[in-house]
């Protein structure tokens, strides 16, 4: 069955400090990923998705398929990059979107 | 991009009534999605709205429970029946835009937000 885990429910970095939220994944077709965002007091909204191979606010993400893995890394931890990051898979096709369960970043002074 | 808006943006209600939640869309959308987000959890995808026909519900999700309407490509309602606290939720309906060919996004509503008392 798909299924999206974030092993952390929060990680507390310092400013300045390198990151990596870990997402893995379990499904049985070719995957698309991505990594939602959610600042507080503010709606979900599409970090990336690995078909992009891009980089949004400093942050990469790199389709592992032999580990079923899609970490989100940034070399350098901003305090404005403190919030809710959600790794999702879609399924189906179709829109659908399996999440994970999330992680909280938060970037300490 | 997409802005999504819905109504009501939180209520408390209580537990055997019922609760219709809008999600209006500044643009015509081909697929629109209704999720749920129980506290402390992740959202869950309940069902698809689509329009001039019967939304397509997820394992563990039926329409006697939270029936969709899908009027046309702007407008969706979710209705979430005879209340429980466990439904305390927010609710969520987001939308799916093509951005170029083979490229979609998604874009999420601010969520509504119900408690079940």
């Known amino acids: 069955a798909q299924r999206v885990t974030q092993p952390e429910k929060l990680l507390s970095v310092f400013k300045g400090a390198p990151v990596e939220l870990k997402c893995n994944y379990s499904y049985s077709g070719s995957p698309e990923l991505f990594w939602y965002v959610q600042y507080s007091r503010q709606r979900l909204q599409l970090l990336l998705r690995?078909?992009s191979r891009e980089s949004i606010k400093g942050f990469t993400a790199d389709l592992n398929k032999g580990e079923t893995s899609f970490h989100l890394k940034k070399p350098f931890a901003q305090e404005e990059d403190s919030a809710m990051y959600y790794c999702a898979l879609l399924y189906n096709q179709g829109g659908k979107l399996i999440f994970g369960q999330g992680t909280e970043l938060s970037v300490k002074p | 991009s997409a802005v999504i808006s819905q109504k009501p943006s939180r209520d408390i209600c209580q537990r055997g009534t019922s609760l219709t939640i809008q999600c209006q869309v500044d643009?015509?959308?081909?697929?629109m999605f209704w999720y749920r987000q129980q506290p402390g959890q992740s959202l869950t995808l309940i069902a698809t709205?689509?329009?001039?026909?019967?939304?397509?519900?997820e394992s563990g999700f039926v329409i006697d429970k939270f029936p969709i309407s899908r009027p046309n490509l702007t407008f969706s309602t979710l209705t979430v029946s005879n209340m429980s606290p466990e439904d305390s939720s927010i609710y969520l309906c987001?939308?799916?835009?093509?951005?170029?060919?083979?490229?979609?996004?998604?874009?999420f509503g601010p969520g509504t937000r119900l408690t079940v008392t």
């Open positions: 690995h078909i």
């Open positions: 709205a689509n329009q001039g026909s019967e939304a397509t519900y």
């Open positions: 987001s939308v799916e835009k093509v951005i170029s060919r083979g490229y979609y996004e998604q874009y």
């Open positions: 643009s015509q959308v081909t697929m």
